[in-house]
């Protein structure tokens, strides 16, 4: 996608996308979870729920001040149902290069292709961290140290719960069911957009 023109338009649409293809993409199903008590944690708030079909996400390169890992967490999902999930909190988490995001519902299926570089959530304006949180699973994941580590389970093993991520990262594959990316430091008047994702979107039906 060239031009500025274009680069805003992709940008406004994948910042929004983001948020709206985690949500249901059958709506009008009947809850499977009546009378079913709560999940100990709904991603993104109350009205927000994710969509039981979950975004397939890979990133070629990418680089972040920090990873951190939180195992077990209940997410609820759209269709009433919960998923337990593991919680990845990311700050400064920035595109090096070609992030593909892909969501598959009843034939339907949602692409968001980055090629070169973006942002899901680096910098404010003002120079502040930004916050990127996944709730999912991440299957794959390398840095490099000494040697290259991969998977999380390996970064775990070698780093603990807090990883960094500062000299890069790359090959993530993850299935992800919600993400999330705020400024944690923005003033109430702030138009800061902390998702930048120049590239395009392909949607395809049957």
Known sequence: MSGVRGRRKAVAVVAALLLAVATALVSGQPSSAAGRPPAAVTPL????????????????????????V???VTIRLSDGTSKDVTKYTFTKLK???HMNVTQRADGHAVVIDVPEEGSLGGYDSAGKPETTVMWGNISNVCVRVVFQICQVQGLLEFFGSFIPLTAGAEDFRGTIYAIRTTDDHAALN???NPVHLPGTITVTTP
Do not use: H, M, N, Q
């Open 45 to 68: 708030g109350v009205p927000f729920l994710p969509s039981p079909y979950p975004l397939e996400v890979s990133i070629d390169s990418l680089v972040a001040v920090s990873l951190t």
């Open 70 to 72: 939180e195992k077990g």
């Open 95 to 97: 595109i090096r290069s």
């Open 190 to 192: 702030s138009t800061d």
